[in-house]
């Protein structure tokens, strides 16, 4: 995934500081890793390094709201459908660790249902259920819409 972020170098050296214009090459385009690493080089040859913070969720929540207000609606729904995914293993993983379960278990079994969407929806609503005692209910607007 692509992020537009800015060069601290060029930020802190350019005229907006000074009230000037800014310029567009202190902006510059940097992949994410999957370690939420951006690494890239600007137009002035500054190399930068971020780590971004954010759970993949939402980043990939934000791409997909990107995509749709740039009338992308294939690859916004797309986006939108990996945010989820993501925000159900961050779940899964959050109610894991406050229970104390050994990494390498949480891991093996995530590994067992991380390529099938239902499974890990059924893994969702079934934490969510004895994590809150009640059962997960989908929004009646969503549940219209099928």
């Known amino acids: 995934m692509r992020l537009i972020w800015p060069c601290m170098k060029c930020l802190f ?3 907006v500081l000074q009230g000037g214009d800014a310029a567009p090459r202190m ?3 940097a992949d ?3 370690d939420g690493v951006l690494s ?4 002035s040859g500054h190399h930068s390094r971020f780590i971004i913070q954010n759970p993949k969720y939402e980043i990939l929540f934000e791409s997909g709201a990107h995509a749709l207000l740039d009338g992308y609606t294939n690859e916004a729904v797309s986006s939108f ?3 989820l995914e993501r925000f159900f293993e961050f779940y899964l993983r959050i109610i894991c ?3 104390e379960l050994e990494q390498k278990h949480v ?3 995530w590994g ?3 390529k099938q969407s239902e499974r890990q929806f059924g893994a969702f609503c079934f934490l969510y259920m004895m994590t809150t005692g009640r059962a997960f209910r989908i929004p009646s607007a969503i549940a219209d819409f099928k």
Do not use: G, M, Q, W
Not at 40 to 43: G, L, M, P, S
């Open 107 to 109: 891991d093996h079994s």
């Open 27 to 29: 902006f510059l385009r």
């Open 32 to 34: 994410l890793d999957d």
């Open 13 to 15: 050296e350019s005229p």
């Open 97 to 99: 660790r406050k229970n």
């Open 40 to 43: 890239a080089t600007c137009a």
């Open 81 to 83: 459908a990996v945010a």
């Open 112 to 114: 067992t249902i991380s």
